[in-house]
C-alpha cells in the first residue's frame, strides 16, 4: 500500500472536499492518541520525510514546509508523553526512546522551522538540548496534575 503522502507527490490533481466523513472521539482512558503504541515515531518521520519531499516539488514552499513541521513536532510531543506516561515501560528506555527523538535530525529541522507556538518553547528547548530526564519528568509532571483536576472536578459533581 502507498503512504498517503506519496501519493500526493504522483497525483496530478488533488481535490478538496469540505464534507465531514469521519469524527474523531478523543477519550483520556487510552486511545490511539493517547496510548503508547510502537513505532509510531518512526512512522511520523516517515510521513515528515515524505511531506517534505513534497513540498520540494514547488518553489513557494515556506509555509506549507512550517505547517509540516508544526505538525511532526506536536505528533513527535504527543509520543513523548505517551512513552513518559507509559506504566509498562521502564525509566532506562523512556529515556532511551526520547533521546532518540531528541537526535533525531528530523525533529532538529523541524524545530527551526515550525510556526512559533509559546506554549510548546519549553519543551522545543529541552529537546533541543537533549533534555530528554527533563522531558520525561515534565510530562508525568502534567499527567499527574491533569489527573488531578479531573478527580477533584469530578468529586465536585
Known amino acids: 500500500a502507498l503512504p498517503i503522502s506519496k501519493m500526493f507527490q504522483r497525483a496530478e490533481k ?32 516517515a510521513f515528515y520525510r515524505n511531506a517534505m519531499d513534497y ?36 525509566v532506562i528506555r523512556k529515556h532511551e526512546l526520547i533521546r532518540h527523538i531528541c537526535e533525531n535530525k528530523d525533529i532538529q529541522m523541524a524545530i527551526r522551522m515550525a510556526d512559533h507556538n509559546p506554549r510548546k ?20 509532571l502534567i499527567s499527574f496534575v491533569q489527573k488531578t483536576i479531573r478527580s477533584v472536578e469530578n468529586a465536585c459533581l
Do not use: H, P
Open 55 to 90: 513540498c520540494n516539488m514547488f518553489e513557494d514552499n515556506i509555509a506549507q514546509k512550517r505547517k509540516f513541521s508544526s505538525l511532526y513536532l506536536k505528533l513527535a510531543m504527543t509520543n513523548m508523553k505517551q512513552i513518559s506516561c507509559y506504566r509498562d515501560m521502564s
Open 14 to 45: 488533488i481535490v478538496i472536499n469540505n464534507r465531514k466523513y469521519y469524527t474523531y472521539f478523543l477519550w483520556s482512558s487510552g486511545s490511539a492518541i493517547t496510548r503508547y503504541a510502537d513505532n509510531y515515531f518512526s512512522s511520523i518521520t
Open 121 to 140: 518553547e519549553l519543551v522545543k528547548r529541552m529537546i533541543r538540548k537533549r533534555k530528554y530526564r527533563e522531558i520525561c519528568t515534565f510530562y508525568q
